[in-house]
């Protein structure tokens, strides 16, 4: 199961580098961290419909935790999420520097 | 990464499995094979939803394909897919074991 790591982020798209991108800039890497899912929205360019399936997808893939309480759900990048976004963004610069 | 794969087979919920289940029991497990989402969602009791949601996350995780055409959405499970549902229904039956 060793290319399965490198394959889901193959499969990451640029909404979900965009929502990890942000955690990743802001540093909310732990559950104290956390802030609140539409405080991330605002900070986007995407629609409500796109960032609710990039929540979903990154929260299946083990990139992002949500810690849900009473009044609100709360997001955080994990390890997993910006080992992820760092090999990602490596990927990317490699491409441009050979175009 | 050898942990990976584990902990996102630990995260799949009762709806991801009951959707893998239905690919897999269909042997619906390649893309000349895929089948329109509005019919797995038919055999199942998820709401539309639970079901999209459930559809966004298998196919982040690669345990599904989504299959585009002009006309309609065709899904089917991967190798990846199997895999995980074999280990998680492994796990189940020896966590009921121990009971």
Redesign the interface.
């Known amino acids: 199961?060793?290319n399965?790591?490198p394959?889901?982020i193959s499969?990451l798209t640029i909404d979900?580098m965009t929502v990890l991108g942000i955690l990743s800039d802001l540093q909310v890497n732990a559950v104290f961290k956390s802030i609140k899912k539409k405080d991330v929205l605002s900070k986007t360019h995407l629609t409500e419909a796109n960032f609710r399936?990039s929540i979903?997808?990154?929260?299946?893939?083990?990139f992002i935790e949500i810690v849900k309480t009473d009044k609100e759900h709360k997001i955080y990048i994990t390890e997993?999420g910006q080992i992820a976004l760092n090999e990602s963004l490596n990927e990317e610069e490699e491409q441009w520097l050979e175009l």
Request: glycine share 6%; net charge positive.
């Open positions: 199961m060793n399965y790591f394959y889901i499969k979900d399936k979903y997808r990154l929260e299946a893939n083990g997993f």
